[in-house]
């Protein structure tokens, strides 16, 4: 059974970074497109963007691109998401997503205070 391990949250202060990772188990990692998605408290869980198995990176809002940056290695099976300059607003659960077979992380908590 795949599972995906996200690791990495933590409590920052606004205008800091931090680097997020998702572990995934099983074969094929490196044929399958990964989402990072979002869940900020009291609103839905949102799509923040995705990297194909190709590499390419989109992102749900132009302007988290050039604040995070997604990014893969898959010898290690591993996906990341790198945010930088965090705001108060970027406070939520970050959850990694795979869409073959609708397989999700159990999340990560980011708090980014001000």
């Known amino acids: 059974q795949v599972q995906l391990v996200e690791s990495g949250g933590g409590s920052v202060q606004a205008g800091g970074s931090l680097r997020l990772s998702c572990t995934a188990s099983?074969?094929?990692?490196?044929?399958?497109?990964m989402d990072w998605f979002r869940e900020a408290p009291g609103k839905q869980r949102e799509f923040v963007g995705k990297?194909?198995?190709?590499?390419?990176?989109?992102f749900a809002r132009s302007s988290w691109q050039g604040r995070f940056t997604i990014s893969r290695d898959n010898a290690k099976k591993e996906v990341y998401l790198q945010m930088n300059s965090l705001k108060p607003e970027d406070t939520a659960v970050y959850y990694c997503?795979?869409?073959?077979?609708?397989?999700w992380g159990q999340g990560t908590q980011v708090t980014v205070s001000s």
């Open positions: 997503h795979r869409p073959a077979g609708n397989i």
């Open positions: 099983g074969s094929g990692f490196s044929t399958y497109d």
């Open positions: 990297i194909t198995s190709g590499e390419r990176t989109v």
